[in-house]
């Protein structure tokens, strides 16, 4: 559901730090990184087309590793399971902006960069500019059929919600200074991931066919922040 953002989220905000004249510029990926990171990519890509042309519960893991020209336990090192395959361009995404959340130098509070977030995927889903994304949003609707039927499926989906109202909750609790496990943060992050499922599952069970999914996703931010909103920030 989420956007194959080809920049880093803090980037797409202009927010993240910037290099002195006195800093060393970061390495490079190595040419081993850069083939796993070919890999995995033409992985992604070969089962969101598979999954698309055959479905999710024909395809195999053997039928995606033949395509990319691998052995399946070569595509185990990647991916644990189907459903995480299947799962990945949603999360890779979040795990980008669970990075950010988590810089040391973020300047720019959580709920505007969730806001941010939930904004470019739904405009992403609405206009896909990436071959991947287009195919994955296509077969969100077929999920929505799959999930009931494939129990590691349901479990890869609950799993991925819980891990992102933690980060949530937990960036959250430290822009106000307050104990990780902050019911505050915690109640509102459960809003804000519930608020935008909700929506998502409205959009597609409408036939993707509404033009509203941006503005019910920034509506359920922006509900959250009214009706609950961020505990205010301690002086540091």
Known sequence: MARQIPRSITDAAGLSATLSDDDEPPAGPTLRERKK????????EVSQRLFARRGYTVTTLEDISAEVD??????????????????????APLEELERSLRAD?????????????????AEEAVNPSE???ATYVANLRAYREWVDKD?????????????????????MAHDAGVESDDLHS????????AGRRAVWDRWLARGRDTDSLVDDQLAVVDYAAGSLGPLPAVER
Do not use: C, G, N
Request: proline content about 3%; charged content about 20%; overall charge positive.
């Open 186 to 193: 915690t109640l509102v992050a459960a809003l804000l991931v």
């Open 131 to 133: 071959t991947t994304m």
């Open 151 to 171: 129990p590691a499926l349901v479990a890869s989906l609950s799993s991925v919600e819980r891990w992102l109202e933690e980060v949530l909750a937990t960036a």
């Open 70 to 91: 691998i052995t399946t336990q070569t595509l185990l090192r990647y991916f644990d399971s189907k459903a995480q395959l299947a799962l990945a361009p949603m999360t």
């Open 105 to 121: 130098d973020r300047s720019v509070d959580t709920l505007s960069m969730w806001r941010l977030y939930v904004k470019i995927e």
């Open 37 to 44: 990171a070919k890999t995995r990519v033409a992985l992604v």
